[in-house]
């Protein structure tokens, strides 16, 4: 395709979209309540437990966990030597009229310490003023927040303001959902209050829809604190992790994911899903399922990157990744005869079984595991699929850090410094393995209520969490 062309359709695609299937085919329990989530998951813990005694009693256990994870690093190796799939260049000035229209949408529920500063960013961007739009959605904030938006309101042509009632529902899917239909965007940005990204992110970043089959771009996080401690610095570290996975899994023809922050959707690709679930608690994840189920793609940009606030304390962080860890989870409950009908194709099914089985399955496994080795005093039967769980994230860890630096020669000083990142990081992700077990048990008993729960940023690195 020329440089900086534009697909007038997608007619590429053939499969029916995903809406009508979630509300005919599927039957999903999505959409009847939390009560279909909380049996699938007391079903889904209750075979990993029983399966996991079982294989204890099994003489021939641990060679079938030894085959299956053989096949796993079969996988794992693929990925550790894909090569990243090239970005475009940027748009050239020389065409400002085939650059397409753009909406950026941020969400905003008591953010008057940095709304200000996300509004003077986001009007003034690199980007032609005629080609984009702002639209921040007050969730009917109780802070300075919709003084401050009405102020900046007559300084910006580009900024538009929504305030919701508070009566209105949904959370933060709600909000985008509302403000969707007054959005002329062909392409939508959705930002969260304490981003900070580069005037250039546009001009860098939309180049990659000019390949129809993309529905939605994630660029890399970055932790703007990373320097306040140790909990800021194992979020750096695991924001390099989660580079290196997006990238490499893309390059083999896996899933590449949305992590709400920075992220840019096709409005034709997130109105065949039916726009942003209002029925979980991670709009991102839960989006990002729907679009590989309805046959599109997404990409992943390394630089510009989208910078944010990290939490700084552990109880916040605890909460954060309890609500990430419930909402990925909770994906894979509510589409799982999709997922188990080979959609996608089998190159992304695979690659989303295979994390799902490290990510998932085996945090909850590893109770009963211990348990049982204890009692007949031998390893843990688990421990292979174990091995393969820390050594892929530490390998990734590294290298995600050393790609971050973008340092092309190598440097003694360098690699001491990356490796000393990796062990700490690697000691910060520890924290998951208690989220994902306690996650998956909580799951099948009480799941978390629908509502926004949220970081609330102060715009000096330290927060709290609001629920």
């Given amino acids: 395709m020329p440089e900086n062309s534009w697909p007038e359709k997608d007619s590429y695609r053939e499969l029916e979209p995903i809406d009508s299937l979630l509300s005919d085919d599927l039957e999903s329990d999505l959409f009847r309540g939390l009560g279909g989530r909380r049996r699938k998951a007391a079903v889904v813990l209750t075979i990993i437990w029983s399966s996991t005694l079982a294989l204890h009693l099994l003489s021939w256990g641990f060679w079938l966990i030894l085959g299956l994870t053989g096949l796993l690093w079969i996988q794992a190796l693929r990925v550790l030597f894909a090569r990243p799939i090239p970005v475009p260049e940027p748009y050239s000035f020389e065409k400002k009229s085939d650059w397409p229209y753009v909406s950026l949408l941020v969400a905003a529920k008591n953010e008057e310490a940095v709304i200000s500063n996300l509004v003077r960013m986001?009007?003034?961007?690199?980007?032609?003023?005629?080609?984009?739009?702002?639209?921040?959605?007050?969730?009917?904030?109780?802070?300075?927040?919709?003084?401050?938006?009405?102020?900046?309101?007559?300084?910006?042509?580009?900024?538009?303001?929504?305030?919701?009632?508070?009566?209105?529902?949904?959370?933060?899917?709600?909000?985008?959902?509302?403000?969707?239909?007054?959005?002329?965007?062909?392409?939508?940005?959705?930002?969260?209050?304490?981003?900070?990204?580069?005037?250039?992110?546009?001009?860098?970043?939309?180049?990659?829809?000019?390949?129809?089959?993309?529905?939605?771009?994630?660029?890399?996080?970055?932790i703007a604190?990373?320097?306040?401690?140790?909990?800021?610095?194992?979020?750096?570290?695991?924001?390099?992790?989660?580079?290196?996975?997006?990238?490499?899994?893309?390059?083999?023809?896996?899933?590449?994911?949305?992590?709400?922050?920075?992220?840019?959707?096709?409005?034709?690709?997130?109105?065949?899903?039916?726009?942003?679930?209002?029925?979980?608690?991670?709009?991102?994840?839960?989006?990002?399922?729907?679009?590989?189920?309805?046959?599109?793609?997404?990409?992943?940009?390394?630089?510009?990157?989208?910078?944010?606030?990290?939490?700084?304390?552990?109880?916040?962080?605890?909460?954060?990744?309890?609500?990430?860890?419930?909402?990925g989870y909770q994906r894979y409950l509510d589409y799982w005869r999709l997922i188990a009908s080979n959609r996608m194709g089998t190159k992304k099914t695979l690659d989303l079984l295979s994390f799902m089985l490290i990510q998932y399955l085996l945090p909850a496994a590893a109770v009963p595991d211990l348990l049982m080795a204890i009692a007949r005093n031998h390893p843990p039967m688990l421990s292979p699929l174990t091995g393969l769980g820390f050594t892929l994230p530490f390998l990734g860890m590294f290298i995600g850090l050393r790609r971050t630096r973008r340092e092309k020669k190598f440097r003694v000083s360098t690699f001491l410094a990356t490796s000393v990142q990796t062990i700490r990081g690697t000691f910060y992700m520890l924290h998951w393995l208690l989220v994902m077990a306690s996650t998956t048990a909580r799951m099948s008993v009480r799941p978390k209520r629908l509502k926004w729960v949220k970081t609330v940023h102060q715009g000096t690195g330290e927060e709290s969490f609001e629920f």
């Avoid at 726009?275 to 399922?289: K, P, R």
């Avoid at 910078?307 to 304390?313: A, F, M, R, W, Y």
Wanted: charged share 25%.
């Fill in 122 to 222: 986001l009007c003034n961007l690199d980007y032609p003023a005629k080609r984009y739009e702002l639209w921040v959605i007050d969730d009917y904030s109780t802070d300075q927040t919709p003084v401050l938006l009405d102020q900046l309101v007559g300084e910006y042509e580009q900024l538009n303001v929504l305030h919701r009632s508070a009566g209105a529902g949904g959370g933060k899917s709600g909000a985008l959902n509302q403000v969707l239909p007054l959005a002329k965007g062909e392409i939508l940005v959705v930002f969260d209050a304490d981003a900070q990204v580069t005037p250039d992110f546009l001009r860098r970043v939309l180049p990659c829809f000019q390949r129809e089959q993309v529905g939605a771009v994630q660029v890399r996080k970055a």
């Fill in 225 to 327: 604190n990373a320097s306040v401690n140790f909990w800021t610095r194992g979020q750096m570290a695991e924001m390099a992790l989660d580079t290196y996975f997006q990238q490499q899994r893309i390059a083999i023809g896996g899933i590449g994911e949305l992590r709400g922050n920075g992220q840019l959707v096709r409005r034709a690709a997130l109105e065949s899903c039916g726009g942003w679930n209002e029925e979980t608690i991670t709009d991102d994840l839960d989006l990002t399922i729907r679009l590989h189920l309805d046959g599109w793609d997404i990409d992943f940009v390394e630089v510009p990157a989208v910078e944010e606030e990290g939490v700084t304390k552990a109880l916040a962080l605890w909460h954060q990744r309890n609500r990430w860890a419930e909402g």
